[in-house]
């Protein structure tokens, strides 16, 4: 949709009461699938895995095929409801959900309908100004998730305008957990960074427990975000939309605003909301038509007859509780006090939504004012420029290996940087594109006095200035000699053998 075609936000605002509800899938990274012994393309182990090749009879719907219930993902799912502060259900059963999947061989999908394994929750979310808002959780429940299919011959990428479709069933039964929020009220014109908090939170608490690799990058964590707004002073709710598979923080809070900028122009200009699903482009910063939105009753649900009920025994959940980690606003807290970050530094880190990829950084040994240095400056500007999420350009492990050649005289920042560039165009981990590009600091006194001699001799005067006690001249050869190599040389180091030169 044009820009033309949206509201004012402010206006909006002023006109219209906003409602959100936001449904996130998570996919968790056990070994094998939810309901089959294929492997996980979900766990890093198994992500680079060629496709249609991690699949078994069951994923594929063949005949006299059965299922059998992924304990571990149980497990897991029911970890996430506890943290989530949901009540985990004594009993919880499986149905079919009948739809037309082309990218699922048996054309219905396993979940759960009334019987959910996590229900009744709520989580604290906090906003770049410090207060704290309560998302209430409907439900947590298990189901499989859907393959991918891959639109050829067209100019989008899309199945619109496509010559073919490709299916690659690898994805299909990756064990997945849905948390479905009830309507969230009263976030007025922070709606958009509600949406963007609560995401991020739930990247973060899944992340901690150790269930999901969250990549949304990958498709491991990804985001359907409901709207609709009704005129103030009006009791029933508006007619929502639901943007469907949103994959980045940052694409989620922008998704929200245009959606609430979409529909007041809309029903300012005296028309209708359509119930329906809609696509997110990144590209354009807008949304545009799906399918018509299947309420509960289209999928025909009924129970699922080949598994038996989820009845967790009471050992079992008292064990995943005991097991939680910290509540992310305590973890929040607690890193800010032993990271030493001032209020503000640390408001930015969790704002940029890269409190994980610091504390996995720092982990990994390098100091929490360098991590916070590298992922909010260079690998941040690096990722607005490619349109991307700073978590899925690198990991925290190379990025702890840089800043470790940086702390230890290998590397200049600037040297860094080139780098930093290298990793994340995929030549190999810091220590191997130092060594391909030839980029460490050049620590061999002969070669720098080679260069200086060389800089003085271009420079006369400077030599004299020097020696006149004019030590700041010294600058003009030290830029000399590191524009000379390239920037490989250890500046300090130069100014030194400079000062000896001249004998100061």
């Known amino acids: 949709m044009a820009k033309a075609d949206l509201m004012d936000y402010d206006k909006a605002l002023e006109l219209y009461e906003v409602v959100i509800g936001l449904e996130i899938h998570v996919e968790l990274s056990t070994k094998t699938k939810m309901f089959s012994d294929a492997p996980n393309p979900a766990n890093e182990a198994n ?38 502060g949901c009540e985990i259900a004594a009993k919880s059963t499986f149905s079919r959900k009948n739809y037309f999947y082309p990218d699922l061989a048996k054309n219905y999908q396993i979940s759960q309908y009334d019987e959910p394994i ?29 393959g991918k299919l891959t639109h050829l011959g067209g100019a989008t990428g899309r199945i619109q305008g496509a010559d073919a479709s490709l299916v690659d069933y690898n994805r299909a039964g990756v064990p997945l957990v849905e948390i479905v929020t009830k309507p969230i009220m ?37 985001c359907d ?72 009753d289209d999928y025909r649900y009924f129970p699922e007859p080949d598994l038996l009920p989820i009845e967790p025994p009471a050992s079992l959940v008292d064990r995943l509780r005991a097991k939680l980690p910290e509540a992310p606003a305590i973890h929040r807290r607690r890193l800010r006090e032993a990271w030493g970050f001032t209020a503000l530094e640390f408001q930015d880190v969790v704002n940029a939504g890269l409190l994980v990829e610091i504390e996995d950084t720092v982990a990994a040994g390098a100091a929490p004012a360098q991590a916070r240095k590298w ?28 800043i470790a050649l940086v702390e230890s005289g290998k590397l200049t920042d600037r040297l860094a940087r080139q780098v930093l560039e290298g990793v994340i165009a995929g030549e190999g981990r810091p220590s191997e594109v130092v060594a391909a590009r030839g980029l460490a600091v050049v620590s061999d006194d002969g070669a720098l006095l ?20 004019k030590v700041q001249a010294a600058g003009a050869i030290i830029g000399a000699v590191m524009k000379a190599m390239g920037g490989s040389a250890d500046a300090a180091r130069v100014r030194e053998l400079v000062l000896e030169r001249a004998n100061v």
């Not at 680079?48 to 059998?68: F, K």
């Not at 229900?119 to 704290?132: C, H």
């Not at 001799?457 to 006690?469: F, I, M, N, S, T």
């Open 47 to 84: 992500h680079d895995a060629a496709p249609n090749t991690l699949i078994t009879p069951v994923d594929l719907g063949l005949p006299g095929s059965l299922p059998v219930v992924n304990q571990t993902a149980v497990e897991y799912a029911i970890s996430l409801g506890l943290a989530l």
């Open 375 to 402: 992922w909010t400056g260079e690998i941040a500007r690096l990722a607005n420029a490619a349109g991307a999420e700073s978590g899925g350009l690198i990991s925290p492990l190379h990025v702890s290996e840089l």
């Open 186 to 222: 009263g976030t007025e014109g922070s709606a958009p960074e509600v949406a963007k908090a609560y995401v991020a939170t739930i990247r973060d608490m899944v992340r901690s427990l150790g269930i999901s690799e969250a990549r949304m990058e990958r498709g491991n964590l990804r």
């Open 225 to 296: 975000a409901n709207v609709s707004i009704r005129p103030r002073g009006q009791e029933k709710l508006g007619t929502r939309t639901e943007t469907k598979n949103v994959n980045s923080l940052r694409s989620v809070e922008r998704a929200v605003r245009h959606e609430i900028q979409r529909q007041a122009a809309i029903l300012s200009a005296g028309g209708s909301i359509t119930q329906e699903t809609r696509h997110w482009h990144e590209d354009t910063g807008t949304t545009s038509p799906g399918r018509p939105k299947s309420d509960a």
């Open 118 to 146: 996590a229900f009744e929750g709520s989580v604290e979310i906090e906003l770049a100004d410090g207060s704290l808002v309560q998302i209430p959780i409907e439900r947590a429940h298990m189901e499989e998730d859907a």
């Open 450 to 469: 080679a260069a200086i001699d060389e800089a003085l001799a271009a420079q006369p005067d400077v030599l004299e200035k020097l020696r006149d006690g």
